[in-house]
């Protein structure tokens, strides 16, 4: 595929290298050279205003792929092909300018300009273009690629892409492991004065199972069903209002990462305060890839906290290579409105980096906590995130927590939900 555009630069650079390399799976070259691109003889696109060859696949260009600074866009939403559609273009062989949406959404641009954050001081998903136009529960991105890659085969028969598998990868975050054992005294002590339990008793005393405990479970799962998980653990070395962990100096703590290390690829969990101090997110690396034995390059942050470009410019400067936040901690969806990984482009310094994105589009604490949802209801929710991400051969990244599925009265349900969605999953 040969593509000409005026003049080539990062943005152009990336966004083709996403659509073309990574979902179509097919080579191609820029051009700035008119007559490079007219003598081409095999598929090719221009993307200017310019009338160059009627053989060519005509893509009028928006102005976002050549600017080189961020200001708002003006984003007018219409309605295409049965999906939702913006910058769009006249005497054009495609109705908007795919290439220029896409990085809008893929680099969230919109994350860095002036906005207001939640009540964790994280971008507010009411912000985003997905919410306000109502497209947040769509793989937007992968419906106009597919649409994108039927146009180019109907004007270039022998164009033939190899598009992605659909694949679901189950994700955990370790936040707390233990709800009553491996606290210590004083931490079980203090809990019991503030909400007297005999289930807390039972549980130190070794007549009754954790009820945040459900290794084992999950581990039966996964077997069964033949199931790679990823394990995200969160070790701060000293509490706070959000890190409630159990310490990951704790004996059990550290064999609980170790063998999930043999079994799983895991990752760290950075600390809500490892975004106020410094040196903390490499110290819980540390500690992760001591008691695990393995050098830790996959990352979640906790409680879904970052911000742009800073968390992920720290995390590429820790050896981390691959990111599982990109998702909202307050709605399920889509935050780049994309079901597959991307690479992170710096919007800041002009530049793709190597730290790839894998998102996810649905959390159990924002169906539980924020969605107001039980257990069945949350099903159904999963079940359509699944066959909408199948429909568009994504990836499919769930998000559940340990103790959504132990036994704790507070999460009825989940536990079954979960098993019978993996089951129906297969």
């Not at 996964?222 to 159990?246: M, Q, R």
């Not at 879904?304 to 800073?310: E, S």
């Not at 103790?403 to 297969?426: C, H, R, V």
Request: glycine fraction near 4%.
């Amino acid at each position: 595929m040969l593509i000409y555009s005026h003049t080539i630069t990062p943005r152009l650079d990336y966004i083709c290298k996403f659509i073309f390399q990574e979902q179509y799976g097919i080579a191609f070259s820029l051009t700035i050279n008119s007559e490079e691109f007219k003598d081409h003889q095999g598929p090719k696109i221009n993307y200017s205003d310019l009338v160059l060859e009627a053989d060519a696949l005509n893509l009028t260009n928006h102005s976002l792929l050549f600017e080189k600074n961020i200001q708002q866009q003006t984003i007018e939403c219409f309605e295409t092909n049965n999906y939702k559609a913006f910058f769009k273009t006249d005497n054009s062989d495609f109705p908007f300018d795919i290439f220029a949406a896409s990085f809008f959404l893929l680099s969230r641009y919109e994350e860095y300009l002036p906005h207001k954050k939640d009540m964790y001081g994280r971008y507010a998903h009411e912000n985003s273009l997905a919410f306000r136009e109502k497209f947040l529960q769509q793989p937007l991105i992968n419906t106009w690629l597919l649409d994108f890659a039927e146009t180019l085969k109907r004007k270039f028969p022998d164009f033939s892409p190899a598009l992605p598998n659909f694949e679901h990868i189950p994700t955990y975050d370790i936040d707390m492991a233990w709800s009553y054992k491996r606290k210590g005294i004083v931490r079980n002590v203090g809990g019991f004065i503030k909400a007297p339990s005999l289930e807390r008793i039972a549980v130190l005393a070794g007549l009754k199972k954790d009820p945040f405990d459900s290794y084992e479970f999950l581990k039966a799962l996964h077997v069964e069903f033949k199931i790679k998980p990823v394990y995200f653990f969160l070790v701060a070395t000293s509490g706070s209002k959000y890190d409630k962990n159990i310490s990951p100096y704790n004996h059990s703590m550290w064999q609980l990462i170790k063998r999930h290390a043999k079994k799983y690829p895991i990752g760290v969990h950075p600390s809500w305060r490892s975004n106020e101090q410094k040196g903390l997110l490499l110290k819980e690396k540390k500690i992760i890839e001591t008691a695990g034995d393995v050098i830790i390059t996959k990352s979640r942050q906790h409680y879904i906290k970052f911000l742009l470009p800073d968390t992920f410019t720290d995390l590429i400067n820790s050896g981390i290579t691959d990111e599982y936040s990109m998702g909202y901690g307050s709605i399920n969806g889509f935050r780049a409105s994309v079901a597959s990984s991307f690479y992170w482009y710096n919007l800041t310094s002009e530049t793709a980096t190597q730290l790839r994105l894998h998102p996810f589009c649905f959390m159990d604490a924002n169906s539980f906590y924020e969605q107001k949802q039980n257990a069945t209801s949350s099903l159904d929710e999963l079940m359509y995130y699944y066959e909408t991400c199948k429909k568009v051969n994504g990836q499919f990244i769930t998000i559940f927590h340990n103790n959504f599925l132990g036994t704790d009265p507070l999460y009825a349900g989940w536990k079954e939900m979960y098993q019978t969605f993996i089951s129906q999953a297969q």
